[in-house]
Nanobody, 120 residues
Framework: VQLVESGGDSVQTGGSLRLSCTAS????????MAWFRQDPGNEREGVAR????????YVAASVEDRFTISEDTAKNTMYLQMNNLKPEDTAMYYC???????????????WGQGTQVTVS
């Protein structure tokens, strides 16, 4: 399974971005996908996750009023819509996927290379 993120950019406070993560390879193995973020000096943080095809979604409380996770199974793509961005949202955003959806942030087997979001 390969994951490729896109959509990161530099935006001003209050702006919006939509990140995409496209999966390829053995995508039939995937049942769970998630977005994480990490900036230098901080631990990786789970942002949102989705149970592929089932509609179950979870968005971290810190961003749930501004971020939305969604999927397009026909395109093997997951999205993260980010609105009203703040400087504290600045981070590298990573896509992750796993054959199991166990409702936690741990145990994801597959990772993308990340896409940078900078808010100033």
């Amino acid at each position: 399974v390969q994951l490729v993120e896109s959509g990161g950019d530099s935006v001003q406070t209050g702006g919006s971005l939509r990140l995409s993560c496209t999966a390829s390879g053995a995508t039939d193995r995937i049942t769970c996908m998630a977005w994480f973020r990490q900036d230098p000096g901080n631990e990786r943080e789970g942002v949102a996750r989705i149970f592929i095809g089932a509609g179950d979604k979870y968005v971290a409380a810190s961003v749930e009023d501004r971020f939305t996770i969604s999927e397009d199974t026909a395109k093997n793509t997951m999205y993260l819509q980010m609105n009203n961005l703040k400087p504290e949202d600045t981070a590298m955003y990573y896509c992750a996927a796993d054959p199991q959806c166990i409702g936690t942030w741990s145990g994801f087997d597959y990772w993308g290379q990340g896409t940078q979001v900078t808010v100033s």
